[in-house]
């Protein structure tokens, strides 16, 4: 079955056809389900190169991927590309990543917009007063961020976790336990989410009455190796933490793995709470102690950055927020108790 046969079928022109199947406005309900019913009986698929000259879209999301050499993949980045990667398919969209060196991003983003391969973009791993985004607002394609930039003014389409409300809540249960010797496990020191969870866990200290040190603060990418490692290097300490926040569940698999070695108990001796991004192969539950965790899908926000980028190319008359910050739920498992004597 063709397009023109389908519209022979259906006796309705070929564009109508294109523009029902594309999810434009402009099609009434009753003949865009007539459409589709159509099509799924009777197997039409679209030639995209004939979509893409119908309709002027290309039918493609894209993305602009640093790359730089020792860097290492990252699981986190593969749970959010998986849930993108879902509402793709749902719609019938492609993804497009253009690899690029973390100082020639910005030039590449121009050249993907430039390119006519995607219709719309997201940006992620965002920085303090991240130049990238005075760039997309002048570009003409849709775009939306995955995550926030500090210093830089709200006023771009975004959906974001709040990150420091929900390690300022972590840190605060664990003040509530008694423990006055903080942790901080944090992500790359850089990225904007690393420095608001930072800020989270600052911010319920300083209420406190306490402070976190400096050197019981770590910045370092999201691996086991690395949670392992410096979560040794705290427990060298004449007076090591008895409350250790992780950025991820990711870093605490390597700091639990240190806390064992070293003889203690996870729950008595040191308490952890860990950000779990719901990674299908690492669950917090599963540990052989259970962490407590503050949480948010990754999967779930791939799954809404597509949404939100394919109606702003399929009916960008519609009403989408522009900001959506998300609550991270906090859970309490066995790795959290009282702070010891």
């Known amino acids: ?112 917009v430039n390119s006519g391969s995607v219709d719309a973009y997201y940006l992620a791993y965002m920085r303090a007063r991240d130049p990238r985004l005075k760039m997309a607002k002048s570009l003409a394609l849709p775009f939306i961020v995955h995550g926030r930039s500090l210093g830089v003014a709200e006023d771009y389409p975004y959906l974001d976790v709040d990150n420091e409300g929900a390690f300022g809540q972590a840190a605060r249960y664990l003040l509530d336990l008694g423990h006055r010797r903080f942790a901080l496990i944090n992500g790359l020191a850089d990225l904007d989410f690393a420095a608001r969870r930072r800020m989270g866990v600052e911010r319920a200290l300083g209420q406190a009455g306490l402070r976190l040190e400096e050197d019981c603060v770590s910045s370092t990418l999201m691996t086991d190796a690395n949670g392992y490692r410096h979560m040794a290097r705290l427990l060298q300490r004449p007076e090591p933490p008895t409350a250790v926040l992780c950025a991820s569940t990711v870093l605490a698999l390597g700091a639990v793995r240190a806390i064992r070695e070293a003889g203690l108990q996870l729950g008595s001796d040191i308490s952890l709470i860990a950000h779990d991004d719901d990674l299908m192969l690492l669950k917090p539950e599963h540990f052989s102690t259970p962490l407590s965790t503050t949480s948010s899908s990754l999967r779930e926000a791939g799954r809404r950055v597509a949404e ?34």
């Open 308 to 341: 939100r980028l394919i109606a702003a190319v399929t009916e960008p008359e519609a009403d989408m927020p522009t900001a959506e910050l998300w609550s991270a739920e906090l859970t309490i498992r066995a790795s959290t108790g009282p702070a010891p004597c």
């Open 1 to 112: 079955m063709n397009l023109k046969q389908l519209s022979e079928l259906l006796g309705l022109s070929q564009t109508t056809i294109s523009r029902a199947l594309n999810g434009y406005p402009e099609v009434n309900e009753e003949t865009r389900q007539r459409v589709l019913k159509a099509a799924q009986e009777t197997g039409y698929r679209p030639n995209r190169a004939a979509r893409r000259l119908a309709t002027g879209k290309a039918g493609s999301l894209g993305l602009v991927m640093p790359i730089s050499d020792g860097q290492s993949a990252d699981i986190h980045f593969a749970e959010f590309q998986s849930g993108l990667a879902d509402e793709c398919l749902r719609h019938e969209f492609h993804f497009v990543i253009m690899p690029a060196h973390p100082q020639q991003e910005e030039q590449a983003i121009r050249e993907l």
